[in-house]
């Protein structure tokens, strides 16, 4: 009887590479292009959430159960979030970016990556604060749908209200932090007339395609998490999504203009706060437009959401 010679291969890769591609087949989320060791980490750490003993074992779950895929999306995607994290940043958005966005007659924000929202919110309090909430639509996006749930009630713990309170006054906050909160026991939330001031949609940056006309685009720590061909679609797609001139506010670590698009597309105004502008055109066969979104939600993939 012959025996079956094992080659050289990673078990666990193998799974995951089987598991990425049931997910892309079943629910159309394609994760293959993650950098590969923050997702082989996240993807570990399921296998011990649903004590399995190998991440095969969740494929025919997946396959069959969304609670499961959805428990798989919410893992994987990246949900840090805080306050005027990186105040440096919020005060030359408030200095330097406001200012000229201030010249447009309408201004469009896309947040993509929203995470549970304390970003987006500090994005309307710096709105408010600059006077220009009410000429200003803002979109938030992200992929994990129970984030954007917590985004949208616009609760959290109290906890970190001190810690926020610095962030806020470093990023030189004009207010008293506190008078954006009501305070609930052990809990604060945002005040009605800034929750209602956002629009809350699902959009996947992997799959997804332009759904609005924007004049900043902010999208802070997602695309550390991208490799390069990744990168490259991600900034297409905020290239045509941008208005020629817009601004796109990037992480500190990524260093994007490495790519031979955004080279050719953005020109970094700040090195050190990661704020581009869009430049030039940018040429995608696939789309000869951009759509932009009405009030009553999203147009993404053809569909409204």
């Excluded at 890769?13 to 994760?31: H, P």
């Excluded at 293959?32 to 969740?58: E, G, I, T, W």
């Excluded at 499961?68 to 005060?91: G, M």
């Excluded at 506190?178 to 007339?193: A, C, L, P, S």
Aim: hydrophobic content about 40%; aromatic content about 10%; overall charge neutral.
């Amino acid at each position: 009887m012959a025996v079956i010679k094992w080659r050289n291969h990673h078990l666990e890769d193998i799974e995951i590479a089987l598991l990425l591609e049931a997910m892309k087949a079943r629910y159309g989320y394609d994760f293959s292009n993650y950098a590969h060791a923050s997702l082989k980490r996240r993807l570990k750490q399921l296998r011990d959430y649903f004590d399995v003993p190998h991440l095969s074992h969740l494929i025919p779950s997946l396959l069959y159960d969304e609670r499961v895929a959805q428990v798989i999306i919410n893992n994987i995607s990246v949900l840090a979030s805080d306050f005027f994290r990186d105040p440096p940043v919020w005060r030359y958005l408030r200095d330097e970016i406001l200012p000229r966005l201030a010249t447009f007659p309408r201004i469009n924000i896309w947040q993509a990556g929203c995470g549970r929202g304390q970003e987006t919110y500090s994005l309307l309090i710096l709105l408010h604060e600059c006077g220009l909430l009410d000429k200003t639509r803002l979109v938030a996006t992200d992929i994990n749908v129970s984030a954007m749930d917590e985004a949208r009630a616009g609760r959290w713990s109290a906890r970190d209200l001190d810690r926020w309170r610095t962030s806020y006054l470093a990023a030189g906050g004009q207010g008293h932090f506190d008078d954006y909160f009501q305070r609930e026991g052990d809990t604060v939330m945002m005040v009605e007339h800034l929750r209602q001031k956002v629009e809350f949609n699902q959009h996947n940056l992997v799959t997804d395609e332009v759904f609005m006309e924007a004049q900043f685009i902010v999208c802070r720590n997602v695309l550390i998490y991208f490799d390069d061909t990744l990168q490259e679609r991600v900034l297409e797609l905020f290239g045509r999504s941008l208005q020629r001139g817009g601004y796109l506010l990037l992480g500190r670590a990524e260093n994007v203009l490495q790519s031979s698009l955004a080279g050719r597309c953005f020109q970094k105004i700040d090195a050190g706060c990661n704020v581009l502008r869009r430049t030039a055109e940018v040429a995608h066969a696939g789309v000869a437009h951009v759509e932009v979104a009405h009030a009553g939600g999203l147009h993404v993939g053809g569909q409204h959401v």
